[in-house]
């Protein structure tokens, strides 16, 4: 796997020394996101590539400029992207099964990686029966901007994906979340509205009212504030589905993710990141002997919660001390065909 990274989002410095790539995945800040795209296309005409716009990083983040990720051999890929996916999703799915027909996936050793501009978990449950009938795995991100591209082409309403075989080895995907149930207080979720994200109650009473008594805060900016550290969270068997807050609405909270009426949430408490990157980097080394790459999205949370620790290159350089490791900062991450949210994400490459 080859990386390379520019602060100046000057493509041809970031893409020194990378010859004969069989697909590129990068990002790049805003301002520099379109012409990036001409730029990348210019260098390897006709080579697959996927992007978006965001924070890159390997051992330590890039907050302005584009970073490139590419494999150069040991892979079969195939390209493709899913327009109007805030509206139909599945209108092209029929693409990207053919994608997976023209790779000929394999048990244990195929992936997709995909950057979308929204609508994401409508897009994953779209993709769920592609996923279990040729054992897929998944991961991927909500990018910024609205703005997707692939193979040098822009999208504002799409999402593009790589669907990528390992010739020499298997994949695994791994989802890392710091978060873990403070007290297992249950809490009964009604007066909900799914369009909007919107929990009016929380056991019959308002939802505003309930969470600042539990975390005990007493104004709107508090509860903002408050949901780094404490997000409400989804029990679903032993796994934690994070459900964190981004606004106040009247005496209800507008969630990142959609609540439904009689969903059991609890709320959660912050474990210490490193301790927590250290499992992850020890769950991964039982499973690889050998690895290739690692390609990793951690969300905006993350990224806040960690540089406000003042630890967020040191985790990064924890999890690139696997091997080569890359990534982005994302707004919603993918995990297989789950949507998921103050997470990391990552897939494996042997």
Do not use: W
């Not at 790779?103 to 994953?124: E, H, M, W």
């Not at 301790?275 to 499973?287: H, N, R, W």
Request: charged letters at 20%; a neutral charge; one cysteine or more.
């Amino acid at each position: 796997m080859f990386y390379g990274k520019n602060p100046q989002c000057n493509v041809s410095d970031a893409v020194r020394g990378l010859s004969s790539p069989r697909l590129i995945v990068f990002t790049c800040s805003e301002d520099g996101f379109d012409k990036a795209v001409a730029d990348i296309e210019k260098a390897y005409p006709g080579v697959p590539s996927i992007g978006c716009i965001g924070m890159g990083y390997d051992s330590a983040i890039q907050e302005k400029g584009v970073s490139v990720m590419a494999f150069s051999e040991g892979v079969t890929v195939a390209t493709g992207v899913l327009e109007g996916v805030s509206t139909m999703p599945a209108r092209h799915i029929a693409r990207l099964e053919k994608d997976l027909e023209k790779v000929r996936p394999g048990k244990d050793n195929t992936a997709i990686i995909d950057f979308c501009t929204g609508n994401d978990a409508a897009v994953l449950t779209t993709l769920r029966g592609l996923v279990d009938k040729y054992n897929l795995q998944v991961m991927g991100a909500t990018g910024d901007a609205g703005k997707v591209s692939c193979n040098g082409k822009i999208y504002n309403d799409g999402m593009v994906y790589a669907v990528v075989r390992n010739e020499g080895g298997k994949v695994k995907t791994y989802k890392e979340n710091i978060y873990v149930p403070k007290d297992n207080t249950q809490l009964i979720a009604s007066k909900t509205d799914k369009s909007k994200y919107y929990l009016g109650e929380l056991n019959g009473r308002s939802a505003k009212q309930v969470y600042m008594e539990l975390t005990h805060t007493s104004s709107d900016k508090e509860i903002i504030a408050q949901t780094f550290k404490n997000p409400l969270g989804k029990m679903i068997g032993n796994d934690v589905c994070i459900m964190s807050i981004k606004d106040v609405a009247g005496s209800g909270l507008i969630l990142y993710r959609q609540a439904n009426d009689s969903d059991i949430l609890t709320l959660l408490e912050m474990r210490d990141p490193m301790e927590v990157a250290q499992t992850t980097v020890d769950k991964i080394k039982a499973d690889f002997h050998h690895i290739s790459g690692i390609y990793s999205v951690n969300c905006i949370f993350r990224y806040l919660v960690l540089k406000e620790r003042g630890e967020l290159n040191g985790y990064l350089s924890k999890i690139a001390s696997l091997g080569t490791s890359c990534g982005l900062i994302g707004f919603g991450e993918h995990y297989n065909a789950q949507f998921v949210n103050q997470t990391m994400t990552c897939v494996v490459f042997e």
